[in-house]
């Protein structure tokens, strides 16, 4: 973020969702993964490669999935001793080597990718509901109920830093260059921090808990989404405003910053113009969205429910409602 202070009162852009343009169609996903059983699916990451990707379902599973064929294959699945409960949040480091877990036993665990080998645990004192690496990959970052966000080496699993909120932690995100961490909160709010130093340079409000979090490519920008029914993006020129039907489980912005993807409980999932707010794009699903996530190239957008099911939806222009 550009400055420490929170945005003025400058002009503050209300979109309400527009319909799309009559006669367009929402395309048909390019792939879809169905978890096993009556598994729900809670979060995705995309490998750097772009031709896999990671999902944490509940029955305390992940699962890598190769996406380079016409059909999907499962590659690795991991569930080793200690790893119960639901598991909340995945992510891939940024060499694609390690793969980082969530899970609701107070503890977050490091994965080597190749083989499935557990290479590092750290804990909170409840559920870990977030978990983020930096750019670089040499931390973790992880947001718990317990109301603390942590960073740790994430080779030696030293923690570093500390920070917390008055409520649960439920999502967290540093800025590509490592130097911010954002926190969402149960508590109406998201936090953004030096992510050395642990000083608190920005909060800003929803009406309710926040449950996404993400930067901006160049980090001049946080996207937020709550309860509320609302997405924002914040800048130091205001905020924009995205409206839902119902309380918005992810944001995430496309790898060259021009859009910004939403998840909400309406069972939908939204592709926006970050810049004018524009809706150009939604897929649905038969249940709650609860994440989304743009392929490395941004040519693909994941989308993950409680239905059961991954989605990946192409983004080329002739896509585009």
Not at 9 to 14: A, Q, R
Not at 295 to 308: I, N, V
């Amino acid at each position: 973020m550009p400055s420490a202070e929170a945005p003025g009162p400058t002009e503050e852009l209300d979109n309400n969702a527009r319909l799309p343009r009559p006669g367009a169609h929402p395309p048909e996903p390019l792939q879809r993964i169905v978890a096993p059983g009556a598994w729900s699916v809670f979060a995705v990451s995309w490998h750097p490669q772009g031709r896999q990707i990671a999902v944490a379902t509940e029955g305390s599973r992940v699962r890598v999935y190769d996406l380079s064929g016409e059909e999907v294959r499962e590659r690795l699945a991991i569930k080793a001793a200690g790893l119960s409960g639901l598991v909340h949040g995945v992510a891939f480091s940024p060499d694609g080597a390690r793969l980082a877990t969530a899970s609701h036993d107070k503890v977050a665990r490091v994965w080597d990718v190749a083989s499935g080998r557990k290479l590092l645990e750290v804990c909170h004192d409840r559920a870990v509901w977030a978990v983020a690496f930096s750019g670089d990959g040499t931390r973790l970052a992880t947001g718990s109920q317990d109301k603390r966000a942590r960073v740790w080496d994430a080779a030696s699993g030293e923690r570093l830093l500390e920070v917390g909120h008055d409520d649960a932690v439920r999502a967290v995100a540093f800025s590509s260059d490592g130097t911010l961490l954002a926190t969402g909160s149960r508590y109406r709010s998201a936090r953004v921090w030096h992510a050395a130093s642990g000083e608190r340079l920005l909060e800003v409000p929803h009406d309710g808990a926040v449950w996404a979090v993400a930067f901006s490519p160049r980090g001049l920008r946080l996207a937020t989404g709550g309860e509320d029914s609302l997405a924002r993006i914040w800048d130091a020129g205001g905020v924009l405003k995205f409206r839902h039907d119902g309380a918005v489980r992810a944001v995430a912005f496309s790898p060259d910053g021009t859009l910004l993807a939403t998840g909400c409980e309406d069972k939908r999932a939204r592709v926006w113009d970050a810049a004018s707010g524009e809706r150009l794009l939604e897929v649905r699903h038969d249940r709650a969205v609860w994440t989304v996530a743009f392929s490395p190239d941004g040519t693909r957008l994941a989308t993950d429910s409680l239905d059961r099911s991954v989605q990946i939806w192409p983004l080329a222009a002739d896509s585009v409602i």
